[in-house]
């Protein structure tokens, strides 16, 4: 449906009644219009936050000093969640860590996150990694492409986020500088959750019931 | 030397709370205050603002401003709404830049509800008052926050010999009142007002005090209707009980 | 043109609030605003303060510059892939809707929650069209269940018991379903996760708009926004045209507001920034994405300066959470998907004051709404605005208030402003409530200020004052 007489009139209403011409000019965003970001600190300091605020929001955190120390703490969660299948970003850092074949080597069957929706959401355990993890909010960012996919940390019942020190951001500022120029992104901030029943809380609305974070020390 | 007071006493207390009106001069006289009284003053117009009626508002502000404008010093009004309606609607009623706004600004200047008047202009909190009753407090919408005076009753209160103050759990909750809204929509008014005194009931206070006629009317109405020995009682008669004058 | 709204008579809405109904909101208000609360602490107050000043003086940037910033968007959209459309009012919306689903042969559509969905009173449109449309946030997929509104724009369900759940799951879902939150919450989750990926259609609103780089912001709770933008081949977003912020670094403030103030979160669970359809093959998400930027009166709301900023609105709820009407009466008494303060305003220029005229009287004028804006919309001077509006009319609409309150106020004015008339009517009700007056009260008043007895008595008229002063002043106790 074509709706350029719609705009045409929408956007004549607008100017009318902002005394405004077509092609005006804009000033600036005034500098009262921003606030300072949030200052960072050591990155210890960050860690700590960033995981107590994951886990203030029913999150489970961990810190992995090894890639050892990933591959038992897999096997833990595959057994703790009864994982069968499990969907995976294949970026970099999860490749180098080898994370496909230690699933594989646990039993798992892997599903690419380009298969049917069906499959996808049949998986129990979907792993991403981060793109920016948010010590105030224990909040993380995740941006998508081919090779990370929206619906890994989506679909599944589980949400495992698996990541680096470096992606530690102080604030949202610039969390969303970096990232603004995705084409989709989004900001998880502890597992899905409602309170629409009665004001109580439950988990595992839509999204993931259960989301785990760990960051990986040594790389 | 001595500072002059014009009354400003409101229509609601003209007509409702003369016992206010003259705590309020008895008191403001023992202070050092010249008190005076420009008798051609009726309402200031405030209901008919708040109906959306600004026309007959527009008019009756020119009334008041024309009875208090040819007098000099502070305007002092037992009433947080009307100071309020005086002091921030007032000069939006006449066209900007013209000599009637710029009188109202100057008069609204002036103008002061009692308690921020003996707070922050006479600075005292000590009117030598005594009370030795339990007293919650309501704070008035338009008093907190209209005119900011948060402090300044309490702080009169926390002053009163004998008096414990005993914290309302609704305190800051409009109590239903709001001018029209109480005939507009009843029932919701009632609500309203029904959990107001609730909560004053609840508070084991003797009397609960406010700064305002209108909630004072819809207060005591309430707490009449539910057979409460709990008073209702302006901020003034508390000040002027026992130990001040009259 | 909409076809001419009904009228939404306030005082009768509030006659039949159900008992429940005042208990239920205000546990739900008092929960947001405890939460709120600690996080504002948490926060400090200087930088709270700061952030609603940066908030509204993002969002008044974006109002006043709403063309260019417009513009701005659908050229960032369009560039990113998405289709722009523009709506004038919501048959036209409707239409461009309407015209997507034929095209992909829609069958099922799922929709997260959008006040601007329910304003265009999408779902009826699609459903007369043979088309299937589900509600997917759970307080709407509950409230649509039992074919009602929301009761609130964040907890749509609140005032329904985890019973009334129960029995609306059994009937209408055929499910065996007990009366325990986490236990409906799953069942909810299976059913429309069958219709999620179902469905050939997702319909989303949008929080934001942001005009730098033509990003649609959702943000959820339950990931229900995100499963209708990403699951189903199709997503068209319908956004009022006033969601339009300028850049990231504005909608950072509006961020650190929003949650916090809707439901004293930091931040929801899932906000999501969607600029155009997935950008290379591979990448799982909708095949095509829509924008529909919706005028529906918000251009028409521009017009009055002093009105304007009913615009600024993030849609936090957190003036129904403060409001005392709000939490005497509920949403429904509003009788408009919005309630509340900002309902209120909105709606009364959205319908026009020939419908909802009497929302902007719904309100005490307490202020507490003010003070708990994020954003610092003035609410009560619009309210007192779109009350002159009802009363004397203004450019934009005539006045709805009968002629007879017009001329009452006019002989009332009158009376009040000529002194010796306000003296005399003093002196002559204090003789005439003689015979009504029980021990210094009159527990009934004449029409229409028996309205005022329903609930209370009125005091006795004592109007004593004047006569002491005069009494004074001939004794030379002070001069006049």
């Known amino acids: 449906m074509d709706t350029r007489s719609a705009r045409e009139e929408i956007l004549g209403k607008v100017r009318d009644a902002l005394h405004r011409t077509a092609g005006a000019s804009v000033p600036p965003v005034p500098v009262t219009a921003r606030v300072p970001p949030r200052p960072g600190g050591p990155l210890e300091a960050e860690i700590t936050q960033l995981l107590a605020e994951i886990e203030k929001l029913t999150g489970h955190t961990r810190r992995l000093a090894s890639r050892a120390v990933l591959a038992s703490a897999l096997a833990e969660l595959v057994k703790t969640e009864g994982v069968t299948k499990a969907t995976l970003w294949t970026t970099p850092d999860l490749i180098a860590w080898d994370v496909a074949g230690t699933l594989r080597a646990l039993g798992v069957t892997l599903v690419s996150p380009q298969a049917d929706k069906q499959l996808v959401a049949g998986c129990e355990l979907g792993v991403t990694g981060a793109d920016a993890a948010l010590p105030e909010t224990g909040t993380l960012l995740l941006r998508a492409a081919p090779e990370r996919p929206r619906v890994v940390s989506l679909l599944p019942r589980v949400h495992l986020a698996i990541f680096t020190p470096a992606v530690v951001r102080p604030d949202l500022h610039q969390a969303f500088a970096e990232n603004k120029d995705a084409g989709y992104s989004v900001l998880v901030t502890g597992p899905s959750r409602t309170a629409d029943i009665e004001l109580t809380l439950t988990l595992g609305v839509h999204g993931p019931k259960t989301l785990y974070a760990w960051v990986m020390d040594t790389p | ?246 | ?480």
């Open chain 3, 1 to 480: 043109m909409n076809p001419a709204p009904a009228a939404i008579d306030f005082r009768a809405n509030s006659q039949q609030v159900p008992p429940s109904m005042p208990g239920a909101v205000q546990k739900a208000t008092a929960k947001f605003l405890g939460n709120r609360a600690a996080l504002v602490d948490l926060l400090g107050n200087d930088l709270w303060q700061q952030l609603r000043q940066a908030g509204h003086e993002a969002r008044l940037h974006a109002i006043t510059h709403l063309d260019a910033y417009l513009i701005q968007a659908e050229q960032a959209v369009a560039k990113a892939g998405g289709h722009v459309h523009w709506a004038r009012d919501a048959a036209e919306a409707q239409r461009i809707i309407l015209d997507l689903a034929r095209r992909h042969h829609v069958k099922l559509a799922v929709k997260s929650k959008s006040m601007a969905t329910e304003e265009i009173g999408l779902n009826h449109a699609l459903e007369a069209a043979g088309i299937r449309v589900l509600e997917t946030d759970l307080g709407e997929y509950i409230v649509q269940l039992k074919g009602v509104g929301p009761a609130h724009i964040v907890v749509p369900a609140f005032h329904l018991s985890k019973e009334e759940i129960a029995a609306l799951f059994r009937e209408k879902l055929g499910v065996e379903a007990p009366a325990e939150a986490q236990a409906l919450t799953q069942i909810a989750r299976q059913k429309l996760r069958e219709e999620f990926l179902a469905a050939e259609l997702g319909i989303s609103g949008g929080n934001f708009l942001v005009a730098e780089t033509g990003t649609i912001v959702t943000v959820t709770n339950e990931g229900n926004g995100r499963m209708c933008t990403t699951v189903p081949p199709v997503h068209v977003a319908v956004v009022g045209i006033d969601k339009v912020v300028p850049d990231w670094e504005s909608l950072t403030v509006l961020l650190k507001l929003l949650a916090r103030s809707a439901t004293g979160q930091k931040l929801s669970c899932y906000t999501q920034f969607i600029s155009g359809p997935p950008r290379s093959e591979g990448e799982t998400g909708p095949r095509e994405m829509h924008l529909i930027l919706l005028d529906n009166g918000r251009s028409r709301i521009l017009q009055t300066p002093e009105c304007r900023e009913t615009l600024l609105c993030i849609r936090c709820g957190a003036c129904l959470n403060i409001c005392p009407v709000y939490n005497s009466v509920g949403g429904y008494t509003y009788g408009y998907p919005i309630s509340g303060p900002t309902g209120a305003i909105f709606a009364a220029q959205i319908l026009g004051t020939q419908a909802a005229g009497s929302l902007p009287f719904a309100s005490t004028l307490c202020g507490a709404c003010n003070d708990i804006c994020p954003v610092k919309i003035p609410l009560t001077d619009i309210l007192l605005h779109l009350r002159q509006r009802v009363v004397e009319g203004d450019t934009l609409e005539r006045a709805v208030a009968p002629a007879v309150l017009r001329a009452g106020a006019r002989a009332g004015a009158l009376a009040l402003r000529t002194p010796w008339l306000y003296r005399l009517g003093g002196r002559v009700l204090a003789w005439l409530q003689i015979p009504f007056q029980r021990d210094g009260w009159l527990p009934r008043l004449p029409p229409p200020l028996n309205r005022w007895t329903l609930a209370r008595p009125f005091p006795a008229f004592q109007p004593g004052f004047r006569t002491w002063w005069r009494s004074r002043v001939r004794a030379g106790s002070r001069p006049q």
């Open chain 2, 1 to 246: 030397m001595a500072i002059t007071a014009q009354l400003f006493i409101t229509c609601l207390a003209d007509q409702f709370f003369p016992n206010v009106l003259k705590g309020m001069v008895s008191l403001l006289e023992r202070l050092g205050v010249q008190v005076a009284f420009p008798a051609e003053q009726t309402c200031c117009g405030q209901p008919f603002f708040n109906s959306g009626y600004r026309t007959q508002a527009r008019e009756l502000a020119a009334q008041w401003l024309a009875v208090f404008g040819r007098t000099e010093g502070y305007i002092v009004s037992p009433s947080g709404s009307c100071v309020d309606m005086v002091r921030h609607h007032y000069p939006s009623l006449f066209p900007s830049g013209s000599p009637e706004q710029r009188q109202a600004q100057a008069v609204a200047a002036r103008t002061f509800e009692v308690t921020q008047f003996l707070v922050n202009e006479l600075k005292v909190t000590d009117v030598g008052a005594r009370f030795p009753h339990k007293v919650t407090y309501h704070a008035s919408c338009h008093l907190l926050r209209g005119l900011s005076a948060r402090e300044e009753p309490k702080a009169l209160l926390h002053s009163v010999k004998g008096l414990t103050l005993i914290p309302l759990s609704n305190e800051e909750t409009c109590c239903g009142f709001g001018g029209v809204f109480s005939v507009i929509y009843p029932e919701v008014s009632q609500a309203m007002m029904e959990a107001k005194v609730r909560a004053i009931e609840a508070s084991g206070a003797e009397a609960v005090v406010a700064c305002d006629a209108g909630c004072l009317m819809n207060i005591a109405g309430g707490l009449r209707k539910a057979h409460s020995p709990v008073r209702a009682l302006h901020l003034l008669e508390v000040l002027t009980a026992e130990g001040g004058a009259a």
